[in-house]
């Protein structure tokens, strides 16, 4: 279980990710985006899933467990390469349903001290 | 003036996914669960087969979304639920089937609502888009 003093905790990503050209354009060729230059608008999971795991699991979650219920992307700019990110991540809402405990995370994507893409991803740990 | 019409409903576009393709997904974009790549494993946990990574289902709908809009730049909201797994066997091409109806347009964006299913039935659900104009 999730201790529910977490919830509405911001975890602030201890390193900085460069986005390289290299992986924007093999997650673009995987999806067949014909624009290998640009961030899909989907590439933003690569960073942000990384972040709400490393904080759900020093969490006492069991990763292992865990099914994707549901993702939202708000996209303010557009991600290319050379960009330097910091990922922070806030544990937006917990609750149990059927004894499966099901948790939103809000990953945000900053960039030179501005928020570039916010990723929501509700998390489901089952039972 | 938009190119859309408010309740047009948007050309539909089919995606392949196989085994090859999971396992490009999964090497792009650093999940490599076995659920999506490793039958035994995945029937081990309970699952009928290997399935997709959601993620990938939802990008490919991303694909989708991109090429409505022009670019993949113009996408500003993206949003889906994954209702059912796509089961993707060994040697087959599952196709995943992309549609999208327009149901709101402002001067800046048009807003979709999109249908995305494998074998007639849908696999995500509330899905949703934000693209500039």
Known sequence: ?127 | MSIFKVGELLPSKTYIVNRASLVTYANASGDQNPIHQDEAFAKSVGLENVIAHGMYTMGLVGQYVSSMAGSSSKVREFSARFTKPVVVPAGVNVELVVSATVVELTDEVARLEITATCNQVKVLGMAKAVILL
């Open chain 1, 1 to 127: 279980m999730l201790n529910p003093d977490l919830v509405g905790r911001t975890f602030a990503g201890a390193t900085s990710t460069t986005i390289t050209a290299e992986s924007i354009a093999a997650f673009a060729l995987a999806l067949g985006e014909p624009e290998t230059h640009l961030a899909p608008p989907t590439f933003a999971i690569t960073i942000s899933l990384e972040q709400s795991q490393s904080v759900l699991v020093e969490s006492g979650l069991d990763w292992s467990r865990v099914v994707h219920g549901d993702q939202r992307f708000s996209i303010y700019k557009q991600l290319v390469a050379g960009m330097q990110i910091q990922c922070d991540s806030t544990i937006e809402s917990a609750r149990v349903m059927a004894g499966n405990e099901i948790i939103t995370v809000r990953s945000d994507l900053i960039e030179s001290g501005e928020t570039a893409v916010s990723s929501w991803s509700t998390l489901v740990f089952r039972a």
